[in-house]
């Protein structure tokens, strides 16, 4: 992914300076150590500046949905939250300041001592990757007031920043304005560069605004594939035009791997440089997100599975003992055969079922008879503890079969919500949070199949949903036979379904079934009404009247 540069940021305050600038602040919120939320007003209109000073995401933009990104406000905000409700909330913002070429972006406030005497403070935003800070600071004095976090001697020798510390500003780039160059300087200074990599790196590093990314993207956009005068002359003019932010086309990749201030080719247009941040960032946050909640619940179910399969595996060890049982018994029947019998520590009988000699052992403080109820005891004991162990083994695989199966849920879980949904049917992390987020309606993922809607459920509660609340009687219920995958329905609307909808709804059936895609497998298929939950916890379904597709 792309890092947050200075031509975006200053594109971002360029767009929305008119709002900014004499914006009140109305609501201070901090999500987490590395996030801000500033809620401001103007114009009769309020929006929620977002701020991320994360290293790996570290970026400013206006969001509306905060759900989307997976963000959540605790009960009690932090110091640094506190420190700025103290000082600014309410204030307007007086002034907003891109510096030339640099990640910072700074908001001046009128403030008000107790004495009621006019201060100046400067909110910054420093989106500088792992050097990014939010710090509020006295504007006349330079003296800090707080940072988002504090940075000691033992970080940097150079700029330590904390609380009644002087604000430093951060070291000035050796750069300058390529808007200002002249050709024949340009030309003269890049004549002996011939590759565009090396090209990319010398401007990036000359130049404000240019990142390697950024030069080549406008090499792209020029179709400039090797240099010389006219290519020189071509990117300069090009950067000149860019750099005037006014013919700027925000635009993002289709895959969410690159942004561009300019439209390029497979490249989707933006409205907005905001809403190509917030899309671009909002993606990979999630898919962060979403690795590290896959990554713990394939941890926990894991466990969980390693640990059924060792309790599964000790009772099937008890399985073997019905060889034994038998033994307990036949040497009870033919004690009760020879009940004359003298009793000694081991005796030799002879078994009547196959005429052999057999030795049994005696408790020689009871008689034969007792010696052999005492048999019979341990053949009774030995049945029940093997019946008791079938049972629980068809318990236990019951409920490996429904880890197994949410381990499935999980790897095609595609956002945020299908992961709480599985945490929530699983009640791995039941708490207030996770309901709050599990809804009683679910987005089911939906298809369109020559005119029939279909309905995916991707884990246990939207199968649920999906059979109780979007299925009617008539309509077909897929599902891959014997092997863990999601539930389709298909509406048919009082209509006949034909052969290639029904064969293209087994296809899409397997697709989001645990299964290779070189593999024919057997999908199911009847009407709603033959399907039925099952008296059980593991949400599992019985069905009957089922027709088979091999796809």
Known sequence: MLNFDSLTLKAFVNENEQFLNGASLKKIQQPSRRELILQLRNYGENKKLYININPEFFHICFVEDFNKRGISIPNEAPMFCMLLRKYIYNAKISNVIVPMGERILEFHFEYKDVLQESQRLCLTFELMGKYSNIILYNFDTKIILGCAHNVGEEKSKYRELAGTLPYIYPQQQLKTDITNEQEQNFIHKYADILDTTSFAYEISSDYFYFTNPLVKQFLNFLQINELDNNALLKFLNFSKNIFSFKNLQPSLSNDFDEFSPVLLDNFKKCDSFNSMINDYFEYHQIQKLLKQKKEKLYFILNSKIKKLKNQIGIFKTKLLDIEKADIYKNKADILMTNIYAQVKPIINLINPYNDENIQIELDTNLNIVQNANRYYKLYKKTKTAIEYSKTKIEELNSILAKYEEQVFYIEIASNLEEINEVMFELDIKNDTEIKKQVKKEYLLENFDIEGFKVFV?????????????????????????????????????????????????????????????????PIIYTERKYVKKANSKIAFVTYRNEKEIYC
């Open 457 to 521: 459920g991707k884990n246990s509660l939207q199968n649920d949903y999906l059979l109780s609340k979007i299925a009617a009687p008539e309509d077909l219920w897929f599902h891959p036979l014997n092997m863990p995958g999601a539930h389709l329905i298909l509406k048919k609307n009082n209509k006949q379904v034909p052969d290639n909808v029904l064969l293209q709804c087994a296809k899409l059936t397997k697709k989001f079934s645990k299964t290779s895609k070189d593999i024919k497998i």
